[in-house]
């Protein structure tokens, strides 16, 4: 009886030990720049995002008329995209393919996998470890003058740490307005940068997005040539992480990718 008794003890010890160990730090994506943070709220709770372990949505791409829908693991970042002839994904260990690679025709799988996720996740993406935001002199697009924030990448962060980032904030909505970005993906010593215009943004859950985005030649200050457009709608973001199996290569049928 005393055995048990102990063991009752011990058990009901152990208990509240672990409760009293819970982890209570605040998340340290919370920790964000004061100037950055009033950017952010501008963008409804964003602490949403940091609960939030995954996150779904339909893309139309505007020129082509050709739809996707994206889905994402945001705790460990595997997606799968679904479009008409072919679907995408990232299973944690390999980037893939289905049917085959001939079904997509742009340059690089692996780049395309997540850069719409990308894009669309600013500015609360940059809240992630690694990713430094600070205040940096106006940028002008077009004649108008924004506050703009330069955004910069730790070692191994992501597939492209040397990517160079600009967010513009809008001056009388403070929400964001403008991205102006470089692509080193395929060539890490470019330079050239290129715009993206953030538009007609809707609340999801709390969270602000833009309904419509688009991709700008820039040169001189200036954003005169489109070179896509793609609209958004059916954006959600959920407090459970979505099935491993959503996530894994097919076993017929597909091709692992870069």
């Not at 739809?67 to 072919?86: F, G, M, P, Q, S």
Request: charged share 25%; with cysteine; hydrophobic share 40%.
């Amino acid at each position: 009886m005393k055995i048990t008794q102990n063991l009752f003890i011990l058990a009901f010890a152990s208990f509240f030990f672990a409760c009293e160990q819970k982890d209570t730090t605040p998340d340290p994506r919370l920790d964000q720049p004061a100037e950055f943070k009033k950017l952010l709220d501008a963008h409804g709770d964003w602490s949403k995002w940091v609960d939030a372990k995954a996150f779904s949505y339909a893309m139309v791409h505007e020129t082509t008329l050709s739809w996707e829908n994206h889905y994402i693991n945001l705790t460990d970042r595997k997606v799968r995209i679904d479009a008409d002839t072919w679907q995408i994904g990232n299973d944690g260990e390999k980037v893939w393919i289905s049917p085959n690679r001939q079904a997509f025709n742009g340059n690089s799988v692996r780049f395309y996998h997540n850069l719409y996720f990308y894009f669309f996740s600013i500015p609360y993406i940059f809240t992630d470890p690694g990713v430094t935001v600070e205040k940096a002199e106006n940028k002008m697009v077009n004649g108008q003058s924004y506050e703009a924030f330069a955004v910069s990448f730790a070692e191994k962060v992501g597939d492209s740490p040397g990517d160079k980032y600009f967010m513009l904030v809008d001056p009388e909505t403070h929400q964001l307005a403008w991205v102006l970005y470089t692509v080193t993906f395929f060539d890490k010593s470019n330079t050239k940068m290129s715009a993206l215009k953030y538009e007609d943004y809707r609340d999801a859950g709390g969270l602000i997005f833009p309904r419509v985005m688009t991709g700008y030649q820039y040169e001189n200050d200036s954003a005169r040539f489109i070179n896509y457009q793609v609209s958004f709608s059916d954006v959600f973001l959920v407090e459970k992480e979505m099935d491993a199996d959503l996530f894994a290569m097919p076993k017929k049928n597909a091709v692992a990718a870069n």
